[in-house]
Each structure stands twice: as C-alpha cells, then as structure tokens.
C-alpha cells in the first residue's frame, strides 16, 4: 500500500472511474423495502413502514457510490437489501447481467464471495468468544472448504498485515482491542475472499475522529490494490466527499438527487441536498461564519405515513401546491446528473 498521512483524509485522485460505456457490475431497480407494523387495533390490518420506496441506482467497477441522508431515512435498510440480507418487497437488483433478488440462502451463497459489508459498530459485529483469528478465517471455511488449517492462517496473517494489523495478535479476542482495532478486524473478514464490492455500513461513525481518518484511509488502499466497488453508507458529508466517486441523496427512503461529487457539491439541484451541504462546518472560520445556512423546518415523518406526492415538501423551503399532489420522478438533467424535484431549475 502506499505511503499515507493515515489521520489525514484524501480524496480519490479522479471524479470517477466509469469508463465511457461501461456496463455496471450493480444495477438496482425500483427497490422497495416495507415493514408491515402493526396497527394495535383489532381486525386492521399492518400498517407498511416504508423504509425503502422505489430506488433505482448502478455502480461501476472500481467506484464508490456515497450515499447520504439523515438518520432513518433508509441508507443502512437500502445496503441490506441491495446484498440481500433484507427481503426486498418489490423490485430487483442485478450483479452483472444475473438477478439475485428473490434468491434463497442457499443460491445466495454462491454470490457472498463477491458481495460483502462493513457494519457500523465493530465490536458488536465480532463474535466475542471467537479469536479474531477464527472471526476472520470463519468466509474461508464456509466458501473454501478444502483449505487445510494452514493455510487459512496464512491468507489469515496476510491480511492481518494488509489492514494495519499484527499477525502475532491473530489468537486474541475481540474485548482486547480498541474501537479502531476491531473495525481493522471487521474490514480484514469483509477482504479474505477478495470480493469484487463491498457495502460500507456507516464504518467510521461509531470511531473518535482521530480514528475515522485512519480507516477511511485504509479503506482506500484496499479499493486500489483490489479493484473495489464501495456503497459508502454514512451521515457525515466530509467523509462522503472524500472517499465517493458519485454520491446518491436519500430522504425518507427516497432518492432526492444522484450525481458525480463535484457537480453534487459545487451545483446541488434539490433543496434538501443543499441544506445537508450548508450544514457542512468549513475549515475556515471566516467562511464558515459568513457561509449562508439553510435551516429545515420541523422534524422528519414517519415513514409509516409519509407526506403525499413529494415526501419532502412538508420541509421544503420551495414547495407548491403540486408538491402535495404529485410525486416528482428522477429526472436526468444532463451529465448523469438525476434530481426528484419539480422546480429544481425555478430556484
């Protein structure tokens, strides 16, 4: 890997790695994911929580695709069920040119070598009874069973070594490592079968900030040395920017505005993905002090009963009597760039 200021982050060296006319490895297409909730009333039926409604995005080799929004507006819910983890209820989703919604465990497994996650909270993701040497080596015996004990310790060390860890700590459990460590640990069992994407669950937001910097870093590398795909999952727009290729809007499971990085950060279309900008803190007091700040009103709906036609207008800074009647579609506005708003050019 290369050498790295490790507490400082950095951006990938180009906007994007999608070639002209490459087809996508990752194709999703009107996802939906429901929750039926019940009523507490007798003989009413479940109220659906719709956590994710109608979301359509790709991803190409070698890219990470960030996808932002605030909390409970469907960002883990979408990455479990774009691998399957969630049973979609409507919808399908595509790795290369084979469906794998609506797929069994069983024919899933086949697939698991190539699709794999990063989970927010490291030390609740690891087995604390199991060495790391067994939580990391644990892929391997499932998907290669024919590995002798040997050498599943040693592709163990290697990757040890890969993520920043010792492999002289390969017999130690989980309690004695630190936040860092562990998430160390996490991406080393997410990377022994060398999958072709991984979803990164919110990875750095349960670590203190001199830590985050350190594995975003460590992230990257791998994603250089293996020809990663990301989904970068997370909350933080800093952290989105620097390590995303593209980014994808979320609001109340919906997808609001989906473009490369420079054009989402410098020219955001829709009104909700330039207030989570405005609220992104500057690194230098004088604009940061000067910098206009858009403000939301009111709190997010519940997903159990989410506001008619657009789901933002209840928040919208611009919205119109037709907000309320009719739902805005995804709309290309040129260079890849889609916006769900029917006056994203009236502003």
Request: overall charge neutral; some cysteine.
């Amino acid at each position: 890997m290369t050498e790295r200021n490790q507490n400082t982050l950095e951006e990938p060296q180009t906007d994007s790695t999608m070639e002209s006319g490459q087809d996508p490895i990752l194709t999703v297409r009107g996802l939906k994911v429901y929750f039926p909730i019940s009523s507490g009333k007798l003989f009413t039926p479940p109220v659906p929580l719709k956590a994710v409604d109608d979301v359509s995005f790709e991803v190409f080799a070698g890219e990470t695709l960030g996808i932002v929004g605030e909390s409970g507006c469907g960002k883990s819910t979408l990455g479990r069920g774009v691998l399957q983890l969630l049973n979609p209820t409507a919808g399908e989703v595509f790795w290369h040119d084979q469906k794998i919604s609506g797929l069994g465990p069983r024919q899933m497994i086949l697939h698991r070598k190539d699709l794999q996650i990063i989970f927010q909270d490291p030390l609740a993701s690891l087995n604390p009874r199991m060495t790391i040497g067994d939580i990391i080596a644990e892929p391997l015996t499932v998907h290669y069973p024919e590995l002798s004990a040997g050498d599943r310790t040693t592709r163990v060390k290697e990757i040890m070594e890969q993520v920043g860890l010792l492999p002289l700590m390969i017999n130690r459990y989980p309690h004695e490592f630190s936040g860092g460590q562990c998430q160390r640990i996490g991406v080393a069992r997410a990377m022994i079968l060398r999958p072709k994407l991984i979803v990164c669950d919110e990875p750095v937001s349960a670590l203190d900030v001199s830590i985050q910097a350190q594995i975003v870093n460590l992230i990257q590398d791998l994603q250089k040395s293996f020809g990663l795909s990301l989904i970068f999952i997370s909350h933080d727009l800093s952290v989105v920017r620097h390590i995303s290729h593209r980014i994808m809007v979320l609001y109340l499971g919906n997808v609001m505005e989906i473009a490369d990085k420079k054009s989402l950060y410098e020219a955001p279309k829709h009104p909700y993905t330039k207030a989570l900008i405005s609220a992104v803190p500057l690194p230098d007091p004088e604009k940061e002090k000067n910098k206009q700040r858009i403000v939301l009103e009111g709190d997010l709906p519940s997903p159990l009963s989410p506001p008619s036609g657009c789901v933002f207008r209840t928040r919208c800074p611009i919205a119109r009597p037709v907000c309320a009647s009719k739902k805005p579609t995804l709309q290309d506005i040129g260079g890849g760039h889609r916006v769900a708003c029917h006056f994203w050019d009236k502003q």
